[in-house]
C-alpha cells in the first residue's frame, strides 16, 4: 500500500467528524464466520439480526454529548468483561478521532507567514 | 513524478506519497549535500534517508490501525475490532476467558499509543509536503526543509520505535 493510500484509508475511514457510534456483539464463532472463507460477516452485525447480542452501545455527538446502553444480562459471558471491552473500544474511537485531527496541525501554520 | 496542480489535501498527500522521488531527484540536482551527512560517520545512512524509512513506517502503522484488530485465543473464541466511518464494532465470539479480553484490551490499547504517535509524525511530514507544494518542489527546498526537520522526524521515530518493541513483549494470550 502506497503512503497516499495508507493515510486516504485512514482520513476516509474517520474523516466524518459528526457522530461516533460505538457497538460490542457476543455471539457463537459459527454464526459470525463465513464458512466458505473463514472471514467474519461484519454486515451481519445489527442489532435486529438475531444472531448476535448486543452488549453495549455508545453513541458520542459532535458536542461530546454522550449516550450509552449496557444489556442486563449477556448470555453464556462475562458481562463485566465485554463492558469493559466496550469501554476500550470507545476510547480507541476517540483517539482515532483526535488522531485525524493531530494529522491535519500539521497543516497549519505556527508563525505567521510561514 | 506526478504533474501536482494545486494546494489541496490531495495535492498534500501525493507529495508525501513522492516523498522519495523527490529527495532522488533533489540530490541529483545538488552536487554537495553537507547538510545530509550525519557528523562522524561515513557508514550511516544520510539522516534524511533515516528520517524517509522513519516516515513510511509511521503511515504503515496508520494502516494497520485504519484495518481494526483481530485475535484469536487459545479457547478457540475470536475478538475483532472494527472501524468503518463513524461506526467502530467489536465483537466477541465464542467464550474467552477473563484473561483473553484483558489481552486484546492490552493490545488495542498499545495500537492506540502507536497511532497517536504515528499521527504526530505524519503530521510534521503533511505539513513539509505543503511547504514543497508552495516551493514547487524546488531540490533545495525539499532538501534543506527535510533536513531541518530530520532530527525531529527521528525523534519521534524513536518514540515510536519505543513503543513498537514494547508491543513484541511475549504475552500469554493471543497469535
Not at chain 1, 468483561?81 to 469501554?87: C, E, G, K, P, V
Not at chain 2, 551527512?37 to 513506517?57: M, R
Not at chain 2, 516551493?135 to 518514540?159: K, N, R
Request: hydrophobic share 45%.
Amino acid at each position: 500500500m502506497s503512503l497516499k493510500d495508507a493515510l486516504k484509508k485512514f482520513t476516509d475511514s474517520i474523516a466524518d467528524l459528526s457522530n461516533l457510534e460505538i457497538t460490542t456483539y457476543t455471539g457463537k464463532l459459527e454464526q459470525a464466520v463465513d464458512a466458505t472463507t473463514g472471514q467474519i460477516k461484519w454486515d451481519d452485525f445489527k442489532p435486529t439480526s438475531g444472531k448476535l447480542s448486543l452488549v453495549a452501545a455508545t453513541l458520542v455527538r459532535p458536542n461530546l454529548n454522550t449516550v450509552n446502553f449496557r444489556a442486563a444480562v449477556a448470555e453464556d459471558a462475562d458481562l463485566k468483561s465485554l463492558l469493559d471491552l466496550h469501554t476500550a473500544a470507545v476510547d480507541s474511537a476517540r483517539t482515532g478521532r483526535m488522531a485525524v485531527i493531530k494529522i491535519f496541525m500539521g497543516l497549519i501554520p505556527t508563525t505567521p507567514g510561514s | 513524478m506526478r504533474k501536482i496542480q494545486g494546494n489541496s489535501l490531495e495535492d498534500q498527500l501525493a507529495a508525501l506519497e513522492d516523498l522519495t522521488e523527490h529527495v532522488t531527484r533533489a540530490r541529483q540536482v545538488l552536487h554537495q549535500l553537507p547538510l545530509l551527512k550525519v557528523e562522524g560517520t561515513d557508514e550511516s545512512p544520510p539522516l534524511v534517508l533515516q528520517a524517509i524509512s522513519i516516515a513510511q513506517a509511521a503511515v504503515e502503522q496508520l494502516e494497520e490501525f485504519a484495518s481494526g484488530l483481530e485475535r484469536s485465543y487459545p479457547t478457540g473464541s475470536v475478538i475483532a475490532l472494527k472501524r468503518d466511518g463513524q461506526l467502530c464494532r467489536a465483537t466477541v465470539l465464542g467464550n474467552p476467558s477473563e484473561e483473553e479480553v484483558a489481552a486484546f484490551i492490552t493490545d488495542l490499547k498499545r495500537s492506540d499509543e502507536q497511532l497517536w504517535e504515528s499521527a504526530a509524525l505524519v503530521s510534521l511530514l503533511l505539513g513539509l509536503a505543503s511547504k514543497w507544494l508552495a516551493a514547487g518542489f524546488a531540490p533545495p527546498v525539499v532538501l534543506h526543509t527535510l533536513a531541518e526537520s530530520a532530527p525531529q522526524v527521528i525523534a519521534l521515530g524513536m518514540d515510536l520505535s519505543r513503543l513498537q518493541a514494547r508491543g513484541q513483549t511475549p504475552h500469554s494470550a493471543g497469535l
